[in-house]
C-alpha cells in the first residue's frame, strides 16, 4: 500500500477530489439533500468534473476525457438554464 501511495501524483489527489465531488453531489440528490433544480448542482457537477479533467492532463484516458467533457457540458447548459429560467420569471 505504500508503494501504491509513494506513486501518487498531486494531479491524482485533484482528480480523486473531483470524483468525490461529483458522487457527492449525485448522492446528495438521491438523499434529497441537493435539488437538481438549484445551481449548486451544475456547479457543484462542473467543478468536480474539471479537476477530474486536471488530472487526465497528467493521466490521459480518451473514455474519461469524454466522459467529463459531455459533464462539463451538461452543467454549462445546466447554469445557463437557470439563469434564463430565473429571469423569465
Not at 7 to 25: C, E, F, N, Q
Not at 52 to 66: G, K, P
Amino acid at each position: 500500500m505504500t508503494a501504491f501511495l509513494d506513486t501518487l501524483t498531486i494531479a491524482d489527489g485533484i482528480g480523486s477530489i473531483g470524483a468525490m465531488i461529483v458522487v457527492a453531489a449525485y448522492f446528495a440528490t438521491q438523499m434529497r439533500m441537493m435539488n437538481s433544480d438549484d445551481l449548486a448542482f451544475p456547479v457543484v457537477n462542473l467543478l468536480g468534473s474539471i479537476l477530474i479533467v486536471y488530472s487526465l492532463f497528467e493521466n490521459f484516458n480518451l473514455a474519461s476525457m469524454l466522459i467529463e467533457s459531455f459533464w462539463i457540458l451538461i452543467s454549462l447548459i445546466g447554469i445557463a438554464q437557470f439563469f434564463r429560467l430565473r429571469r423569465a420569471r
